[in-house]
């Protein structure tokens, strides 16, 4: 089992057509976010333009999660409004347009991978995925069996568990819990 703390402010920055994108992490190591080689890409960005288009890709699945206001955007064409923390799924080849500035956490699964899924919780978890996500909302500790890491709001914590062993989750607040099995 191998355990990752990725911190917000280690997080590289590259310009997309409406702000930022802080990229936490692609996977695997070797995928290129240019060739869409890439088995999941986990990262944040900013919306700075309204509006903004975002960047399709094709053969994708994404979660997106607004962190500071609520979220107008409209999806082939349907408007729709979201929440703050309110986790918004959709195929990633989409006509996606925003009419929101703000901040957000976005999670792109390959559409190969057929069993993904991700919630926000503070409940204790017992799971055995072969990659756990577990992002942080507020400052907060995440104990894995025991064992606890301290986060900032926005640290993303991911373990890699391959050999699919149980693992126990505790948190002291709310994050977003994500699960992918290949």
């Known amino acids: ?43 944040s960005a900013t919306i700075e333009q309204e509006p903004s288009v975002f960047t399709k890709f094709k053969g994708y699945y994404r979660y997106l999660v607004m962190l500071d206001n609520s979220l107008h955007i409209e999806v082939n064409k ?5 929440e703050k923390y309110e986790i918004i799924e959709f195929d990633s080849d989409d006509d996606v347009t925003s009419y929101t500035k703000g901040n957000d956490f976005n999670w792109m699964v390959s559409e190969k991978i057929s069993h993904h899924k991700l919630k926000i919780t503070n409940s204790n978890q017992n799971c055995n995925a072969q990659i756990i996500i577990l992002y942080s909302l507020y400052t907060t500790v ?3 069996n025991e064992k606890p890491y301290h986060l900032n709001p926005y640290d993303l914590l991911v373990i890699e568990n391959q050999k699919k062993e149980n693992i126990m989750i505790h948190f002291s ?3 977003l819990f994500g699960i992918l099995d290949f």
Do not use: H, Q
């Open 173 to 175: 607040d709310e994050c």
């Open 78 to 82: 349907e408007k729709k409004i979201y």
């Open 1 to 43: 089992m191998n355990i990752s703390l990725l911190a917000k402010k280690d997080s590289k920055s590259s310009i997309w057509s409406g702000g930022l994108t802080y990229e936490y992490m692609i996977f695997p190591k070797t995928a290129s976010y240019a060739d869409r080689d890439f088995v999941f890409r986990i990262s």
């Open 142 to 144: 995440i104990k894995i």
